[in-house]
């Protein structure tokens, strides 16, 4: 059924649509003395229920149910439902699909090096010291890394290695030895106890990555969670909670003992929702049993859905002594920290960085004093955009004007009300009275239904068509970097029987087979080329080709195979990469292609890794 809106809620539409996509101006200055110190901690996958104070039949958080007790707690905060989208928001104070971000892996998951970073802003117009410690997952090669993006100092970490992780930094790699978060948060703790008596205030996020999969704890925490009948499953996911609350603990004595609490505002969130799968196939998933001990608010859904539970998590923010511990019910986004951190920063009206417009509203001010935010829609996508034909998340997209609205997941958060679209169909709910979204109120509501579902289709077309989302990373090669990698699974087009996945393109069978990446040359030279590949079958010809430079070789099996030299011209263009021949015609020529490697001629290859 069309629904024809009256004028009078059309106008109504119009003043609603105009401050989801244009936020109001925030006020005047809001410190007078030295800015304080700024600790962000994200955690991986933590869900809304998953401590001790919510939840202490299952979990055993102290530090963290004791930061609650401390802080602010933002009731209603949303973020993103998957982790790489949430980040960029959190990181530009924008919306995701306009970052460049726009799902998780597969080339989706880079910031646009033209986005800037709450750590740009601060330190270059306040003079923050910045670090970075933890799961990055904003872009995996050069220029896209965090010591790029305004971090003084950083340590990134190999996605998911829990335990005796490889760590990165822009000087090289090396390898922990025990609890990769645990290590991380000591390194967290001597950056804040180094910068805590320093003129200059320092800005820090730790991002550890409990509890993504794959679970794993120490076996102590775990033992304990066992002798109480829980399955192992189960016991392994809530050791560790216990270990991620542990780890907290840690960055918040150093701020303790370093005597700065009282200038240092803290914030804790989640990156999303949680999810039952422990990432281990000889860890099974939860049962429907123990999802329902681990979620008691029986919030809907689940990580990768727009649905309560994938976006909804708890913010804590605390500032000792200077703000007073309260619940706060009105409705905010992680868009909204970076114009938060700006502001406790000493600059309380960026609106703009780079040409881009800031989405998010300062709550500096609701933290301080309670100012009630202007009225506002948040709006959310899902990061698995489909097309007309419903596409797997790694299937190439023809054309952005594929992407109707009317086929996405998407949700709108307007005061008491929330909107979901999910694929095609759309619900309304009243959140304030109906949490858990049992009750559709699309036909009650019919008005308020349109007025919804016309706002949230309006903002993802205006994401869709801003000319910045579902696009594929530009690759940069040179510049500081002696050497730089073009990863396999962000190609823009491909060709023959190749196609692409998570973190690399497949199936490079025949001649004819073959991808085509985005990149720019920065310094103009010559580089030795060294291909990275599983599956390589001998005698397999290939060529390279960028601008008016081509390569054409044969190669034998290797993990990383020396293809030869290219000279290469500064400037954007296409790196194309073929199979020209494969002498064994009944298999792949490649069957996996990871990385094409740029290493400036005499220089030590670079010892960063192909996957993070």
Not at 36 to 57: C, T
Not at 104 to 110: A, C, E, L
Not at 247 to 265: C, F, K, M, R, Y
Not at 478 to 485: K, L, V, W
């Amino acid at each position: 059924m069309i629904h024809v809106i009256p004028l009078k809620l059309f106008v109504i539409f119009c003043i609603a649509i105009n401050g989801i996509l244009t936020p109001p101006k925030a006020q005047g200055q809001l410190l007078d003395n030295k800015p304080p110190n700024l600790v962000i901690i994200i955690s991986d996958d933590q869900g809304h229920d998953d401590f001790g104070a919510i939840n202490p039949k299952i979990f055993n958080t102290p530090r963290l149910d004791t930061l609650r007790q401390e802080s602010v707690v933002f009731e209603n905060f949303y973020v993103n439902s998957t982790c790489a989208p949430t980040r960029a928001s959190l990181l530009t104070g924008r919306r995701f699909l306009e970052t460049g971000v726009w799902g998780v892996h597969g080339g989706q998951d880079y910031l646009n090096l033209d986005e800037r970073t709450f750590a740009q802003t601060i330190r270059q117009s306040r003079g923050y010291c910045t670090g970075f410690f933890g799961k990055w997952h904003s872009g995996k090669t050069q220029g896209y890394l965090p010591w790029d993006r305004g971090f003084d100092t950083a340590i990134m970490a190999g996605l998911y290695q829990h335990l005796n992780g490889q760590l990165y930094t822009k000087k090289g790699t090396f390898k922990t030895s025990g609890w990769t978060d645990s290590v991380l948060a000591k390194r967290v703790a001597t950056f804040i106890t180094k910068h805590a008596r320093a003129e200059k205030p320092f800005c820090v996020l730790f991002a550890p990555m409990a509890p993504h999969g794959s679970w794993r704890a120490p076996e102590n925490l775990v033992k304990n969670f066992r002798a109480k009948g829980y399955s192992e499953s189960l016991a392994t996911l809530a050791a560790m909670l216990e270990a991620l609350d542990s780890n907290v603990g840690i960055v918040l004595d150093a701020i303790e003992q370093s005597g700065i609490a009282e200038n240092t505002v803290v914030f804790y969130l989640s990156d999303n929702g949680p999810i039952n799968e422990s990432g281990r196939k000889d860890l099974p998933a939860l049962s429907s049993e123990e999802w329902n001990l681990r979620n008691p608010t029986k919030l809907k859904g689940n990580k990768a859905r727009v649905w309560e539970n994938g976006i909804r998590v708890p913010l804590f923010v605390r500032w000792s002594n200077k703000i007073d511990p309260r619940q706060e019910v009105t409705p905010t986004h992680v868009i909204d920290l970076f114009p938060s951190l700006c502001e406790l920063a000493g600059l309380p009206n960026v609106r703009v960085e780079n040409g881009l417009d800031i989405h998010g509203l300062s709550l500096a001010r609701l933290l301080k004093d309670q100012t009630p935010l202007p009225a506002r829609s948040l709006f959310i996508a899902n990061d698995h955009v489909q097309d007309q034909d419903g596409r797997t998340r790694y299937d190439l997209l023809r054309s952005i004007e594929n992407l109707p609205p009317s086929r996405q997941h998407l949700a709108l958060r307007s005061g008491a009300y929330k909107l979901v679209r999910s694929g095609g169909s759309g619900q309304l709910f009243n959140i304030q009275e109906d949490p858990r979204e049992t009750r559709n109120l699309a036909t009650v509501e019919p008005e308020r239904f349109a007025v919804l579902n016309m706002q949230t289709q309006e903002a993802f077309l205006k994401a869709r068509d801003s000319g910045r989302a579902y696009r594929m990373p530009v690759f940069q090669i040179g510049g500081d970097y002696h050497s730089s990698i073009v990863y396999g699974a962000a190609p823009v087009s491909l060709r023959g029987s190749a196609s692409y996945d998570s973190h690399t393109v497949k199936n490079l069978k025949s001649a004819k087979a073959g991808a085509s990446f985005n990149i720019n040359v920065m310094t103009t030279g010559l580089y030795d080329i060294f291909l990275h590949a599983n599956g390589v079958m001998p005698y397999t010809t290939v060529r390279l080709a960028a601008g008016d430079a081509q390569l054409d070789t044969t190669i034998n099996p290797a993990q990383s195979i020396p293809l030869g030299s290219l000279h290469l011209n500064k400037g954007e263009q296409l790196l194309h990469f073929d199979i020209l021949k494969n002498a064994q015609h009944n298999s792949s020529g490649i069957a996996a292609l990871k990385a094409i490697s740029f290493v400036v001629s005499n220089a030590n290859p670079s010892k960063l890794p192909l996957k993070f």
